[in-house]
C-alpha cells in the first residue's frame, strides 16, 4: 500500500525537478547566447570605437594610451587634419567626392530603373542574349576591364576628370543593381501599369507615375549602395586622378599618409571619422528603406 | 454611344497555343454584354485584346465605326475594371480617379468636377483622401469603377470585378452595376459594357446577353431566358442553370413514337417533341432534363424513371432528391410543398419528366436537335 502511494508522489517530484531542471537550462543557454552575441558585436565594433575615442587624443597618447577613452581630449587633430597638408582644406575634397556621388547615384537610379523596366515588362528580338550578357557583366571580375577602361578613356581625353567615376554608371553600367530592379519589379503584379495604359499613360508616362512610385524602396536602396559604394572607392579616383584639388575622400585620407615625413595619426583619424559621417548619417535616416528594399521584393496592399 | 463589333478575332500566345478560335460577336450601342464560361475558356483573353492590352493575332476589333485594332489601349475609348482592382498603391483615391483624366491635361476645375460627381455617385467622397491599402476591398471596388467612370469611355470591359468580394458585398455590387448602367442610359450617356465573369448567377441577372464561350469558341450569344430555355447544344444547357441540368446517355429506339433508352429505361416521348426531333432508330443522344422539371411520378404513370435515393437534402422551400439510376446522378428539385417522403419506397423513387422541357442532344456534335421552332 504504501509503496503505491509513494510511486506516483515520487514520480511527481521527478517531473517537477526536470521542469525546474529545464528552466535554468533554458536560462543559462540564453545568457550564453547573449553573452557570445553581446562579445562578438563588441570585437565588431571596437575598431570604429577605437577609432572614434583617438580621434580626440594627442598624437603622442595614440600610441601610449591602449584604451579608448582619451585622457586629454583635444580637437586638435579634427583642426589640423582639416587644413591638411596641401594647399586645399579637407573642404574640397569633400566638395570632389560630392560632385562624383551625386551624378553618379541620380544617373544610377534612373538608367537602372529603365533599363529594368525595359527587361522586366517588354518582349524584343534578342531580349534573352542582352539579359545574359548583361549577367554575364555581373560575374565578370572588374580587374578584367580595368586596362581596356583605362585605354578607352585616355583615348576620350576623360582622364583627370569625374567622367571615368560616373559616366558608366549613369549608363546603367552597374548590372548588379539593375538585376537588384528586375528581380523587384517581376514580384510586383502589371496590372496597375495596364491600368495606366487603359488610363492613357503612355511607356514612358507608365514608368515615371506608376513604376517608379512603386520601386522607391528598391530605388532607395540602390541610391544608397551606390552612394557608400562611392564613397569607399578608392581604385578608381587613384587611376583616373592625378591632380590634388581633384581628390575625393577617400584618396585625400591616403594622401596625409604619403606627404608628411612624421604620420600625424590624431590628423589621419580624425579625418576618417570625418569621412565615416556621411555614410552613417545617410544610413540611419534611410535604414528602413533601405532594409524594406533589399528583403522584399514587392508591394504591400 | 458606341456599339462594338468584333470579326473572326483570333488569338495566338507566344507559345504558339491558340486560345481564341476566330470568334465573332455585335455588342450593340448602350448594352451590357456578359462573357461567361468555365476557367480557361479564354475570356480575360477576349477582353485584353478588345482593351489593346493583348495584340490582336487575326481578325479585327471595331469600337463605333473604329477599327482599334492598332490603337494603344488608351485611344480606344474603353475603361476597365480589374479583378484586383489595380488601384495605383502611392496615390490617394483622389488621385486615381484623376489620373486619366490628368494624363489628358484637362481643366482642373472640370477634374474636380467630374470627381466629385462620381465619388458622389458610387459614395465614396468620404474617402477620396485615403490610400488604396486604408480601403476595405468593396470600397476598393467601388473606386476602381469610380476610375472606370469618370473617363466616360464609349466601352466598359470589367473583368471578374466582383470575384474577390464575399457572396453578400458581391450581390449587392451587383445590384449596383446595374443600376449604374441603366442610369448611364437614362442620361443618355454611353454604356455598352463587356462584363467577364465565370459566375452563372452574375451573368443571369446582368446580362442583357450572354456570351457563352468554351475553350477559345462562342457556343450561344442570347438574352438569359433564351439561353435558359432553349440552349443550343449541351454545354450551354449544362452551364446555365442551378443545380445543372441532368444531362443522361441514351439510345433512340423509333417504335412509332420515340422513346429513348436511358439506362436500361425506356422513356417515352408524345408527338411535339417526336416531330421536330432528328432523330433515327440508334442514334445516340444526351437527354437533358433539368432537376426542376422532374416530378414524383404519380402511381399509374408507366412512363417514368426508377431509381434509388442516394440522400435527401431539405433546402427550405425546395428539396433537392440524389437519385442513382443505374449508375448515373441524376438530381430532382422539388418544391417542399409536393414532397412527401411515403412516394419513396425502399429507397426507390420514380420520376417524371416535364416533356415540353425536355432537350436532346445528338451526343457526336453536342448539339440540341429538339429545339421547337421560335414563337
Ligand atoms: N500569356 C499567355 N501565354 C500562353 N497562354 C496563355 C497566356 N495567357 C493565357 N493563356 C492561355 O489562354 C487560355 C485562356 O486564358 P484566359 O486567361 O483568357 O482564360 P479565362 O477564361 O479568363 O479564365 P479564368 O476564368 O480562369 O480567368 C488559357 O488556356 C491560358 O492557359
Ligand atoms: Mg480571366
Redesign the pocket.
Known sequence: MTQEIAVPAAAELETARAHIESRRMHVISSAVRYFLLAGVGFIMLYPLIWLIGASFKTNSEIFTNPGFIPQEPTIDGYIQGWKTSTPYTFATFFWNTFLIILPKTIGTAISCAAVAYGFARFEFPGKKILFATLIATLLLPNVVTRIPHYLLFRDLGWLDTFLPLWVPSAFAGDAFFVFMLIQFLRAIPRDMEEAARVDGANTLQTLIYIVVPMLAPALISVCLFQFMWTMNDFLGPLIYLSSVDKYPISLALKLSIDTTEAFQWNRILAMSVLALMPALVVFFLAQKYFIEGISTGGVKG | MARLQIRNLEKV???A?K?VHGISLDVNDGEFMVLV?P????????LRMIAGLETITGGEVRIGDRIVNNLPPGQRGISMVFQNYALYPHMKVRNNLAFGLKLKRRPKPEIEESTRAVAGILEIDPLLDRLPKQLSGGQAQRVAVGRALIKKPEVFLFD?PLSNLDAKLRASMRVRITDLHKRLKRDGLSSTVVY?T?DQTEAMTMGDRICV?KD?HIMQVADPVTLYNRPENAFVAGFIGSPEMNLLEGTVVANGGLTVALAGQPLSFGPALTDRLKAKDGDAVTVGIRPQHLSIAAQDDDNALEGTVAHVEFMGHEVYLHVDLAGMRLVAVVPSDRYNPADIHDDHIRLTPREEAVHIFDRQTGRNISLPPEA
Open positions: 500566345y507566344g507559345n497555343f486560345a464560361g476557367s480557361g475558356c479564354a475570356k480575360s483573353t477576349t471578374e467577364v465565370h464561350m477559345g
